[in-house]
């Protein structure tokens, strides 16, 4: 067996930040060196968290100056992660970068070239790339089962508390640059790049904190149309949401997204289903599993990382034109 890849998290406000250092932590191929937050008040803040215990804290300096650690995990909140980023590139590490990429796309960009110059990775932290129930949609429209695909949509709601949607309203994308972002990512995979983007940008709760907590875009193409709706204000909404892909020799629904459970409808038979509506048995992993071994693979050379800086740059692009921001 190989040795374990050592690696270590920069920041720790991320809301994927403690699923991030679980997976890291069990996974055989990564040794774990210790934790940086480079926040005080978030550093004060989980010094009590349990999901931290016997985790070693290190400055910003002790972790990126380790010349033995491979690759960084960047789970800094938001605004911080392409300052963070950038460091962990400049030092030589491989990243994984949560998403969305920052709020700067000439800082992204910068980022995704200093990466490739050095011959690092970046891995995005859009986790559905990475999702079994995705896997089969991709798979079903690249062999064209589903012919000629003419409508995507998605829905990924939740419901955030008072405490928690002042954090979410540094952005004007809202609901749709926090939440949103992971459906963005599978509709540019599928369908490329919209010509055309129209985002809708609501405040409906009843709250005064600016957060657009009710939001959906329509990415227009030349022969197909696809829809994002995300909101802050839905009850009980994990199990409902969904991804649906329709096209002129069937339909593929994904509902609930996580664990996933996958619906396939055929006007006929092909690859090996029948036509009409039937269940598509798909496996339940974990979140961020799959993540995490894949990118030990492509640091060993065991693989070939299989998202480039240009698709990810699109995503980012994509995402700002939907959150009603253009720097194109």
């Given at each position: 067996?190989?040795?374990?890849?050592?690696?270590?998290?920069?920041?720790?406000?991320?809301?994927?930040?403690?699923?991030k250092l679980?997976?890291?932590?069990?996974?055989?191929?990564?040794?774990?060196?210790?934790?940086?937050?480079?926040?005080?008040?978030?550093?004060?803040r989980?010094?009590?968290d349990?999901?931290?215990?016997?985790?070693?804290?290190l400055?910003q300096?002790?972790?990126?100056g380790?010349?033995?650690v491979?690759?960084?995990?960047?789970?800094?909140t938001?605004?911080?992660?392409?300052e963070l980023?950038?460091?962990?590139?400049?030092a030589?590490?491989?990243?994984?970068?949560?998403?969305p990429?920052?709020t700067?796309?000439?800082?992204?960009?910068?980022l995704?070239?200093a990466?490739?110059?050095?011959?690092?990775?970046?891995?995005?932290g859009y986790?559905?790339?990475?999702n079994?129930?995705?896997?089969?949609?991709?798979h079903?429209?690249?062999?064209g089962?589903?012919?000629?695909?003419y409508?995507?949509?998605?829905?990924?709601c939740t419901?955030?508390?008072?405490d928690d949607?002042?954090?979410?309203?540094?952005?004007?994308?809202?609901m749709?640059?926090?939440?949103?972002?992971h459906?963005?990512d599978?509709?540019v995979?599928?369908l490329?790049?919209?010509?055309k983007v129209?985002?809708f940008?609501r405040h409906d709760?009843g709250h005064?904190?600016?957060?657009?907590?009710?939001t959906?875009?329509?990415f227009?193409?030349?022969?197909?149309?696809?829809?994002?709706?995300?909101s802050a204000?839905?009850?009980?909404a994990?199990?409902?949401r969904r991804?649906k892909?329709a096209?002129t020799?069937g339909t593929a629904?994904?509902?609930?997204?996580?664990?996933p459970?996958?619906r396939l409808?055929l006007r006929?038979?092909v690859g090996?289903?029948?036509?009409?509506?039937?269940d598509?048995p798909v496996d339940?992993a974990?979140?961020?599993?799959?993540?995490v071994?894949?990118?030990a693979r492509?640091i060993r050379?065991?693989?070939?990382?299989?998202?480039?800086?240009?698709?990810?740059?699109?995503?980012q692009?994509?995402?700002?034109?939907a959150?009603?921001?253009?720097?194109?």
């Amino acid at each position: 067996m190989s040795d374990p890849i050592r690696c270590g998290l920069l920041g720790a406000g991320h809301a994927h930040a403690m699923g991030k250092l679980d997976a890291l932590r069990d996974s055989s191929d990564y040794e774990l060196v210790g934790v940086c937050e480079p926040d005080e008040a978030i550093r004060t803040r989980l010094r009590g968290d349990e999901r931290l215990e016997g985790v070693r804290w290190l400055t910003q300096e002790e972790l990126l100056g380790d010349g033995s650690v491979a690759m960084v995990a960047v789970e800094s909140t938001v605004p911080h992660l392409l300052e963070l980023g950038r460091a962990a590139i400049d030092a030589g590490k491989h990243i994984h970068l949560d998403k969305p990429a920052g709020t700067s796309l000439p800082e992204f960009r910068s980022l995704l070239d200093a990466a490739a110059d050095r011959d690092l990775i970046v891995q995005m932290g859009y986790m559905f790339r990475y999702n079994s129930g995705f896997d089969f949609i991709r798979h079903a429209v690249a062999e064209g089962w589903l012919g000629d695909v003419y409508a995507v949509h998605g829905s990924m709601c939740t419901e955030v508390s008072s405490d928690d949607r002042e954090a979410l309203a540094f952005h004007p994308g809202g609901m749709m640059y926090e939440l949103g972002c992971h459906l963005l990512d599978m509709i540019v995979l599928l369908l490329g790049v919209p010509p055309k983007v129209t985002p809708f940008l609501r405040h409906d709760g009843g709250h005064f904190d600016g957060l657009n907590d009710n939001t959906m875009v329509v990415f227009e193409y030349d022969r197909a149309m696809a829809t994002i709706e995300s909101s802050a204000l839905e009850a009980d909404a994990f199990p409902k949401r969904r991804f649906k892909v329709a096209g002129t020799g069937g339909t593929a629904i994904l509902e609930p997204l996580e664990p996933p459970a996958i619906r396939l409808c055929l006007r006929e038979p092909v690859g090996g289903f029948k036509a009409g509506w039937q269940d598509v048995p798909v496996d339940d992993a974990p979140r961020y599993v799959g993540d995490v071994a894949d990118l030990a693979r492509c640091i060993r050379g065991e693989a070939t990382f299989a998202y480039g800086k240009d698709h990810d740059f699109e995503v980012q692009r994509t995402l700002l034109r939907a959150s009603g921001v253009d720097e194109a």
